[in-house]
């Protein structure tokens, strides 16, 4: 909030990640609430980084708050594999969750079924 006040653009708006909100936040619903004015792109992620839905991120107390707050932007999955091995060591994927189309499919299935549940 305070880097976006000093920016003071339009084009200049809130991300938010699951996978540190989940580190970071006490609450994902009201971190949600908070940043709202200001929300332009949500990150769909695990708080391993593997496939959304297969750890313990409370999605449904997420797509409760994005529905609360009529959230209408961009919704991304932000996961990673062990495809690009290279990449994977550079940020300390150590492990192969799921493969990347798996984990693309199956994440979509868990943001069409939240949708579909809280967006009513």
Not at 6 to 21: E, I
Not at 39 to 52: A, K, Q, V, W, Y
Not at 82 to 103: K, L, Y
Request: hydrophobic fraction near 35%; aromatic fraction near 12%; charge should be negative.
């Amino acid at each position: 909030s305070y880097l976006l006040k000093k920016a003071d653009h339009p084009n200049v708006q809130a991300m938010f990640d699951t996978h540190h909100a989940n580190i970071e936040e006490k609450s994902l619903s009201e971190s949600i609430k908070f940043i709202a004015p200001q929300l332009g792109h949500f990150h769909i992620s695990e708080n391993d980084r593997g496939t959304p839905g297969s750890g313990h991120v409370n999605f449904d107390e997420t797509f409760q708050a994005l529905a609360n707050i009529q959230y209408k932007g961009w919704l991304t999955i932000e996961g990673f594999t062990r495809n690009d091995p290279a990449f994977a060591n550079s940020i300390g994927v150590w492990r192969n969750f799921s493969e990347p189309w798996d984990m693309a499919e199956k994440g979509y299935e868990l943001i069409r079924e939240k949708l579909a549940k809280y967006s009513k």
